[in-house]
């Protein structure tokens, strides 16, 4: 069956960075395009980065020139990179493909805050 595990969500001070992680199984990985979305309370999930197959990537205007969003093809997993943290970046952040109709992970909590 098909597994996304997040790992690297934690608490950091505004203007710190953090780096997510998502190890995926049950896909043929290389071909699949994967993306961050975040739901921060009360509001709705969004999408904050996605990386396609062959490496190209969209981001959401707010995230722009901070987060990046990268691949490893031989690990099956993807990551965010994320540089200068505001506290509305606070959320939820899940990992998710698009292959097989589409799964999610379970969720990391990201906490931006002094």
């Known amino acids: 069956q098909v597994q996304l595990v997040e790992s690297g969500g934690d608490l950091v001070q505004p203007g710190g960075s953090l780096r997510l992680s998502c190890a995926a199984s049950?896909?043929?990985?290389?071909?699949?395009?994967m993306a961050w979305y975040r739901q921060a309370p009360g509001k709705q999930r969004e999408l904050a980065a996605m990386i396609t197959g062959d490496g190209s990537v969209t981001y959401a205007e707010s995230v722009k020139g901070r987060f990046t969003i990268s691949r490893d093809n031989i690990k099956n997993t993807v990551y965010l990179q994320m540089n200068s943290l505001k506290p509305e970046d606070t959320a939820v952040y899940y990992c998710h493909t698009f292959a097989r109709g589409g799964y999610w992970g379970q969720g990391t909590q990201v906490t931006v805050s002094s």
């Open positions: 049950g896909i043929i990985f290389s071909i699949s395009a």
